[in-house]
């Protein structure tokens, strides 16, 4: 498994007025195995810290490093789950698994088949083999969205959002099998998220971030056993402790935005 | 009791002003009645003529087949259709494959100097096609080609090593000309394209050409084949290459012929309406498909990018390679060009470079063409048709495009269709139609600027369309409403309301227009008569008189002018905001 360690990074975007700063100066380091979720407000840079540790961005200054290596030199292996399943949608849920199965190796692996019955059995698609994505629900598409970033064996999980567009039903349903796999594999995993009920059910750790430009404000560790429980006592008494947090840094930022004026 | 009534009675409303209301009916109907007359008519003669013998001042047209016999039962057609559709499947072809890779080292490469390559891609654009054939003649032409010359004296050889005379040469020269345009509509494909998919997969561990294969070409199929239709379009009906390149070899197409056919004498009306039916109907069929697929072109477009550009990639040390294509190229399709006309235009009679020849540098071309009779007519001609077409164009147009997109009005779809008709008409069919309508209408515009100017307009109304339907879309409703709720009628509100919103679009289109339009070669050249040529068309005079060295005198001198025309648009372009479309 997969332990990261980010130094100083920082990300800048260039707009139309001028440089934007969108991660200031973060660091921090996640060990072999560990569930960790980036809390924060929208746009306080939780996806660009994610999208900068799998290399689809490259950081302005700082580093990041996967199992001691920079992610630039690294050949990623890595299982990046979107938002929105991102499937081709002109290819069945069969076919778009073996795309990805291939994809690295660029020709036919070994044991396709039993592959992608075990990860369809794992996010519970049997039987949905020869749909395309336009037949299944969205739920049913986000789930081959993690079949797929399964299917390659990562020894990273790295997660966006996945169940935010879902409706809190098939949400809850999703992440006790996150957990469960979880538990089962003990895969790294970087989870960003908005909701906080959402990161203290899953998070081993929740770093939360202040909004722009973004620092982590606090870090949280969570020491409950899983399966945890909505709404139970313990559970209660860490989102009061996480929301304590957010609040007090968005008066902080709040001040010094005044103060800045 | 009295005094309430008398408040609550209104006013007698005052009789809706017929003024306003006729006004609105009768200039909504003048546009529509111009837009149905300017481009069915032509068509309809067109056809007639196709059909009928040729009317003389002793016979009555008849009704004949013999000019489709004619046309159709000689093997000579057969040649004819080969070449053509040769010609234009090389060159589009050509053109979009030079196109779509340097499109792509554009968008999606680390390639240095790019962003200037891309600002420079305008230039290739200004320069007509009857002086880019001419300097490739100058440069690669068997016997005073300069690459021909330079490579013979390198190797010791008199090996022809370029024959621009053949169909190689024509595809080659046409290819180049077509390839900027290529460029841009590839460089919007790949800009507007989704890049959420590429991404997928490239964290499911593909590699760069298996996310290409995969992924990127499946998603911009419908461009590449649109953007190859319209290429093909367009080469098929392009003049000037076949004309200058093709008739001297004997190597015929459809525009080419129509022209003969028009030219020799006596000349067959008939035969060139039977050739010009034919090529009509091949366009018709290219433009149909193209717009079906440009319409469906977002079909597998999923969610849009989450801000993240697509990102570059790194080319090591091959972005000096794709740096210098990017050299290469514009050396071929401008610097090369420009600086063989340049070259020419000092000499006395034309000569290869040489230290001779350089010692007898001379302005004397230029004095000939500044003092040219026609020079000064010619430029004013295509100034006042330039101006008068583009405004002409974008105000008909306005009209139409609000009916079609703002009305309820039945049958506006027809009214759309009917605009953009003059699509599909090749310039040289075009002119060739009004010719015909003319010929049999007599209203006293044959032989005067007036049929040039509706030629033009009947050819650049689709273009002033597409201008205003893109600013007219984003143009609501309330604004309108609020408008007329204040009293306002409806030519009031189409002045002081659409027409300022529309004013970016307006200006844009009319920019556009007028540079086409000064360009335009192939719809003049039938139509132009002593006393009204323009300035594509004296040089065409020039040309046919073998006056080269004053041809590329004046050649120079219009492309600077283009030029200064062009960064002069571009800069009132900005100061009024005008959108890049």
């Known amino acids: 498994m997969s332990h990261i360690e980010v130094n100083n990074l920082t990300k800048t975007f260039d707009t139309r007025s001028g440089p934007l700063k969108v991660v200031d100066d973060i660091s921090f380091k996640i060990a072999e195995g560990e569930f960790v979720c980036l809390l924060g407000p929208s746009g306080s840079g939780k996806s660009v810290t994610l999208n900068c540790i799998a290399g689809l961005l490259e950081a302005s200054s700082g580093q990041v490093k996967v199992d001691g290596v920079p992610v630039r030199e690294k050949k990623p292996n890595y299982g990046y789950i979107f938002q929105q399943a991102r499937m081709l949608p002109w290819r069945t849920v069969e076919e778009n698994l073996l795309f990805a199965l291939r994809a690295e190796a660029g020709r036919p692996v070994p044991d396709e088949q039993r592959r992608i019955a075990e990860v369809l059995d794992l996010v519970n698609l049997t039987g949905y083999e020869k749909f395309y994505m336009h037949q299944i629900s969205g739920g049913m598409q986000n789930r081959v969205g993690i079949a797929r970033a399964y299917i390659r064996n990562p020894d990273l999980l790295l997660m966006d959002e996945p169940f935010a567009a879902l409706d809190e039903m098939t949400a809850r349903k999703l992440r006790a099998e996150l957990v469960s796999a979880w538990l089962r594999e003990r895969r790294t995993v970087v989870f960003v998220t908005h909701d906080i009920v959402e990161a203290c059910y899953l998070a081993d750790r929740i770093f939360i971030y202040t909004p722009k430009p973004t620092r982590i404000a606090s870090i949280i560790e969570i020491d409950l056993p899983r399966p945890r429980i909505y709404g139970s006592g313990e559970l209660h008494d860490i989102e009061a402790q996480v929301l304590g947090v957010f609040e007090k840094s968005l008066s902080e930022f709040a001040a010094e935005t005044a103060d800045a004026s | 009791m009295n005094a309430a009534g008398h408040i609550l009675v209104a006013p007698p409303a005052p009789p809706r002003s017929w003024r306003n209301f006729d006004f609105k009916w009768l200039i909504i109907g003048a546009c529509v009645a111009l837009v149905a007359y300017l481009a069915l008519m032509p068509l309809g003669f067109l056809l007639w003529q196709s059909f009928f013998t040729p009317q003389t001042a002793a016979k009555a047209a008849r009704f004949t087949f013999n000019n489709y016999i004619t046309a159709y039962s000689t093997l000579e057609t057969l040649t004819l259709f080969f070449n053509s559709v040769t010609f234009a499947t090389g060159t589009s072809i050509f053109a979009f494959l030079i196109g779509t890779a340097l499109a792509w080292m554009n968008e999606r490469t680390n390639t240095p100097l790019k962003s200037l390559f891309f600002a420079l891609s305008i230039i290739p654009l200004i320069i007509p096609g009857i002086l880019f054939t001419v300097a490739w003649i100058l440069l690669a032409s068997p016997k005073i080609g300069i690459v021909n010359l330079v490579l013979q004296s390198w190797f010791h050889t008199d090996y022809v090593f370029f024959n621009i005379y053949s169909m190689w040469g024509m595809i080659w020269v046409d290819g180049l000309?077509?390839?900027?345009?290529?460029?841009?509509?590839?460089?919007?494909?790949?800009?507007?394209?989704?890049?959420?998919?590429?991404?997928?997969?490239?964290?499911?561990?593909?590699?760069?050409?298996?996310?290409?294969?995969?992924i990127t070409l499946k998603l911009t199929w419908p461009a590449i084949f649109a953007t190859l239709l319209i290429l093909f379009v367009r080469s098929i009906e392009s003049f000037e290459v076949p004309a200058l390149l093709g008739l001297p070899v004997g190597i015929h197409v459809f525009?080419?012929?129509?022209?003969?056919?028009?030219?020799?004498?006596?000349?067959?009306?008939?035969?060139?309406?039977?050739?010009?039916v034919t090529l009509l109907l091949i366009t018709t069929v290219g433009i149909y498909f193209q717009s079906k697929l440009s319409s469906q072109g977002s079909k597998y477009s999923t969610v849009t990018g989450k801000g993240f550009r697509p990102r570059a990639m790194d080319l090591g040390k091959w972005r000096y390679v794709t740096a210098s294509i990017f050299v290469v190229y514009f050396a071929l399709i401008v610097i090369l060009p420009f600086l063989v006309l340049l070259w020419s235009s000092l000499q006395k009679f034309y000569a290869v470079p040489s230290m001779q020849a350089l010692a007898n540098l001379t302005f004397d071309a230029y004095q000939f063409i500044l003092t040219y009779p026609t020079l000064i007519s010619a430029v004013g001609n295509?100034?006042?048709?330039?101006?008068?077409?583009?405004?002409?164009?974008?105000?008909?147009?306005?009209?139409?495009?609000?009916?079609?997109?703002?009305?309820?009005?039945?049958?506006?779809?027809?009214?759309?269709?009917?605009?953009?008709?003059?699509?599909?008409?090749?310039?040289?069919?075009?002119?060739?139609?009004?010719?015909?309508?003319?010929?049999?209408?007599?209203?006293?515009?044959y032989g005067t600027m007036w049929i040039l100017f509706i030629a033009y307009v009947t050819r650049f109304m689709p273009y002033g369309l597409r201008y205003n339907t893109t600013s007219m879309l984003q143009i609501h409703k309330?604004?309108?409403?609020?408008?007329e709720m204040s009293g306002a009628s409806w030519g009031t509100t189409f002045r002081r309301i659409i027409l300022p919103l529309l004013k970016p679009g307006l200006l844009a289109?009319?920019?556009?227009?007028?540079?086409?339009?000064?360009?335009?070669?192939?719809?003049?050249i039938l139509l132009y008569s002593p006393g009204t040529e323009v300035v594509s068309i004296l040089i065409w005079e020039l040309w046919e008189n073998g006056q080269y060295v004053e041809l590329s005198a004046l050649g120079v001198m219009f492309i600077i002018a283009?030029?200064?025309?062009?960064m002069l648009a571009q800069l009132v372009g900005r100061k009024f905001g005008v959108k890049e479309s």
């Not at chain 2, 309330?478 to 408008?483: D, G, N, Q, R, V």
């Not at chain 2, 289109?509 to 003049?524: A, D, H, K, M, Q």
Request: one cysteine or more.
């Open chain 2, 177 to 214: 000309h077509y390839s900027s345009m290529a460029f841009l509509v590839m460089t919007a494909a790949f800009r507007s394209m989704d890049p959420s998919l590429e991404e997928s997969a490239m964290m499911s561990g593909a590699s760069v050409p298996q996310i290409a294969w995969h």
């Open chain 2, 255 to 276: 525009t080419s012929s129509i022209y003969q056919a028009i030219h020799h004498y006596p000349s067959e009306i008939g035969l060139a309406s039977a050739y010009a």
């Open chain 2, 382 to 445: 295509s100034a006042l048709l330039a101006v008068g077409c583009a405004t002409m164009v974008m105000l008909v147009t306005s009209v139409i495009c609000w009916i079609v997109v703002k009305t309820k009005l039945p049958g506006r779809w027809l009214l759309d269709n009917l605009a953009s008709l003059p699509m599909v008409f090749p310039g040289l069919v075009l002119g060739l139609a009004v010719m015909i309508f003319y010929l049999n209408v007599d209203v006293g515009v």
């Open chain 2, 478 to 483: 309330e604004l309108e409403e609020s408008a």
């Open chain 2, 509 to 524: 289109g009319w920019i556009y227009i007028v540079i086409v339009s000064i360009r335009e070669l192939s719809t003049s």
């Open chain 2, 562 to 566: 283009l030029f200064m025309l062009v």
